[in-house]
């Protein structure tokens, strides 16, 4: 369990080595952000004896026309929160910490893609079985990966990326970016030796949103170093 819950929560570290934004050439951004869709999801942790130990709730707010995207998790408690806004064009992410706080942290990161050979792809396997999942249907996958071990939900019926969906917001993407299966993953059970379990779930998808992140003024922390994409 602890490698899952180190894996999910690995977004809510702030960036490391800030320096004022006037020294650290290409990171750049954008004084807002709208966005007028978004995707739910619920993420629930399990101890051994499945009791139910914290939920944590996730929004993805994406553009009908544009590629920028949002990410919003909260695992509830005053200043418990993130946001991380990924800024394609810029090819910077901002992330706010404890957006609920009088001070929020801000900070600002470049990023790159990875090249072919340092993408991370899970293997799945098919299962027989099909669930309606969000009201999509959806194929389940099991995989396992080191000592971590669960099972995917994919339909085929959504066209949007998985960076909108429950595998980045449950920030599975830093151990794992890609899948050996196309499709938009609905869910993703994450299961380790001990017996802990992590259950990442859809609850919506393509509602209408009126969401802005406004970074008029802030006090920026900008990070020296570029990492990868999946990193956030």
């Known amino acids: 369990m602890k490698k899952i ?16 934004q006037t020294k650290v050439a290409g990171v750049k951004w954008e004084e807002s952000y709208s966005f007028d869709k978004c995707n739910t999801f619920r993420i ?8 139910l130990m914290r939920t944590a709730d996730c929004v993805t707010y994406f553009q009908s026309k544009g590629k920028d ?10 200043g418990n929160n993130m946001i991380t806004v990924f800024d394609l064009k810029n090819e910077v992410t901002i992330q706010v910490i404890g957006k609920d706080v009088p001070n929020p942290m801000y900070n600002a990161g470049k990023f790159k893609y990875p090249s072919p050979e340092e993408t ?25 990966y080191k000592k ?8 085929q019926d959504v ?8 595998f980045r917001a449950a920030k599975m993407t830093a151990l794992h970016n890609t899948l050996s299966v196309d499709g938009f993953v609905i869910e993703m059970t994450t299961e380790d030796s001990k017996g802990g379990k992590t259950v990442m779930t859809t609850l919506s998808i393509g509602q209408d949103a009126n969401y ?10 900008v990070a020296i170093n570029t990492l990868s994409y999946y990193a956030f």
């Open 69 to 78: 995207f949002a990410t919003f998790i909260d695992y509830h408690g005053k």
């Open 5 to 20: 819950f180190i894996a999910i929560f690995i977004s809510i570290m702030p960036l490391m080595h800030m320096e004022a």
């Open 120 to 144: 991370k792809r899970l293997e799945l396997k098919p299962v027989e079985e099909v669930r309606i999942i969000a009201g999509y249907k959806c194929q389940r996958y099991d995989y396992t």
């Open 148 to 155: 971590i071990f669960g099972s995917v939900w994919i339909t």
């Open 44 to 51: 629930d942790f399990y101890s051994k004896n499945n009791e």
């Open 212 to 221: 802005t992140v406004n970074f008029k003024n802030v006090d920026m922390g």
């Open 159 to 166: 066209t949007l990326p998985n960076d909108y969906g429950i």
